[in-house]
């Protein structure tokens, strides 16, 4: 059975009790399809919307209020301005929050779980794990572990450890202004 109403003026239903809005067919719509369509929902100490595991609760006293978006234990929150695809976004899953903004090829994002931090611009990249920092600029890694620092570049690499300082390069240069020297039991140049 359907049944139309049109209305004319503003209306007003007030009611001394609970009111239910329940739809047993295929949902409940509110629209303002007006020039100036606003729809306000607005209670005096919650407001909740659920769908599923997923929802948004506002909270209000006079102290303040509160925003909770919930999205369940495997859910997703995404907040997104701009440009699609290279707007601003923020992306939180269950071990992973990622903020973002700009092209997926050459903007900026900082990507966190429980166990890194990577911050990311272009193709440069800057990673924090437990296991040390790791710096990436094109085709020149720089990493500092407690094994020791490393530096490779092209087919070269600077590497330093509490045993040793090694480097290596199809080619070497040591220069010095005034003198260079070398010092040890052994010394082998070749």
């Known amino acids: 059975m359907n049944k139309n109403h049109i209305l004319w003026g503003s209306q007003t239903t007030?009611?001394?009790?609970?009111?239910?809005?329940?739809?047993?067919?295929?949902g409940v719509d509110l629209v303002a399809s007006g020039l100036e369509g606003e729809v306000n929902i607005m209670a005096t100490s919650q407001v909740q919307v659920v769908s599923g595991l997923g929802m948004i609760t506002v909270t209000g006293t006079?102290?303040?209020a509160t925003i909770c978006l919930t999205a369940g234990e495997v859910g997703q929150i995404r907040q997104i301005v701009g440009v699609p695809d290279a707007g601003a976004s923020i992306q939180m899953e269950p071990e992973l929050i990622t903020i973002s903004v700009g092209p997926l090829a050459g903007g900026a994002s900082i990507t966190m779980t429980p166990e890194s931090i990577i911050f990311k611009v272009a193709e440069n990249t800057l990673s924090i794990t437990p296991e040390g920092i790791t710096e990436t600029v094109t085709d020149t890694i720089r990493s500092a572990t407690p094994a020791g620092h490393v530096l490779e570049a092209a087919d070269g690499s600077f590497e330093v450890t509490p045993a040793a300082?090694?480097?290596?390069?199809p080619t070497i240069e040591v220069t010095g202004d005034a003198m260079i020297t070398m010092e040890g039991a052994l010394v082998n140049i070749n």
């Open 14 to 26: 007030t009611a001394y009790g609970g009111v239910l809005v329940e739809s047993k067919g295929y």
């Open 165 to 169: 300082i090694s480097l290596e390069a």
């Open 62 to 64: 006079d102290a303040g």
